[in-house]
């Protein structure tokens, strides 16, 4: 093994029990953080980062990167006045349904590739652009090739014609045996009149836990409505949007493990309200940011873009933004070996071209991160 050291870095975000340290160095060996300190540490080779600011890599736990198509004309037609309803999702099932194997191959892994360049280290994929069995299982199967973080979301909304509780009770059974094994998570678009209501998300929760699934919700994105409570009550990892909660839902995520995935860059795109952060930061809730990156309401992976829309418009300081980028989006992903850097978590750096780590959100758009491929 080649230990390298990383010295000269000027200031470094741990999410350690130190935080940030100041004119620091971490070696890196075997893919892993080996050590973690200042000055310049013993190793084979070094590289000297000038004063620049390192950050763990983005955890990016909520994204639909595997479809074919676009809905430019949709946004377009939204920032004219229309209303984000999910109707749109269609669409995109039927251009994906059109595409072949290599075309979405490539696709998702030209997305991937252009997150990794805005720092994304670790990324979760859905499905949900299929909404039969067969079609599911596909995208599965390629979201399976480019990440181990992968999530059937065949309960994304019911295709256009289906009996609605019929469809539920396929995702629950002929859908989840068979994508079991390509799918870490299951997740639920809880949101009745647009996708599933209660009881449905419930049954579809049980059944996801029941084939040893990890459970995720998108919960509260258009209206108020029992996704979060739910997403609580069943365990999931991670409630996903949360533009409206009661208080209720609030106080049921800050007695949980679950984590509140805020999705900005969807609201920024769909034009709807942002989420209360503070308000669960205040109750005590543990916060996850993400992209959403998906062909309706987020067509970008710019995690970099996220931060700086949660400092503007969600009131997140700079580092409570970066911790919900990293150490967050590795909670709502229940892992503990990302999103931090400390002695045997994986060395994933990103390397902000700034002295400090703040410049992220101060600099918006700016291209500013690379990662550390050690
Ligand atoms: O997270 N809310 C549901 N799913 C996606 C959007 C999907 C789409 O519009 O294609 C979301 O915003
Ligand atoms: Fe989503």
Known sequence: MTATAVVGIGELTTHDEVGVRH??????????????????????EAVDLGGRAVIPGFVDSHTHLVFAGDRVGEFVARMAGE???????????????AAGDEELRAQLASRVAAA????????????GYG?????????????????AETTLLGAHVVPRGADPDAYAALVAGEMLTACAPYARWFDV?????????????????AAGAAAGLGLRVHAGQLGAGPGVGLAVAHGAASADHCNHLSDADVDALAGSDT???????????????????RRLLDAGVSIALASDGNPGTCHSTSMPWVISLAVRELHLTPAEAIRAATAGGAQALRRSDIGVIRPGALAHLAVVDAPTAAHLAYRPGMPLVSTLAL
């Open 259 to 277: 984590v509140a995935t805020l999705l900005p860059g969807a609201d920024f795109c769909a034009r709807t309200p942002y989420p209360d952060a």
């Open 116 to 127: 990794r360049q805005q720092g994304t280290t670790t990324v979760e994929v859905k499905s």
């Open 189 to 205: 678009f809880c949101e009745p009149g647009v996708a599933f209501d209660g009881p449905q998300t419930e049954a579809l929760l």
């Open 131 to 147: 909404l039969d069995t067969a079609a599911e299982l596909r995208l599965l199967r390629l979201a399976a090739e480019v990440t």
């Open 23 to 44: 004119d620091a160095a971490v070696v890196v060996d075997g893919g892993l953080i080996a050590w973690v300190g200042h000055g310049s540490p013993a190793a084979d």
């Open 83 to 97: 209303a984000y309803d999910g109707g749109g999702i269609a669409s995109t099932v039927a251009a994906t349904a």
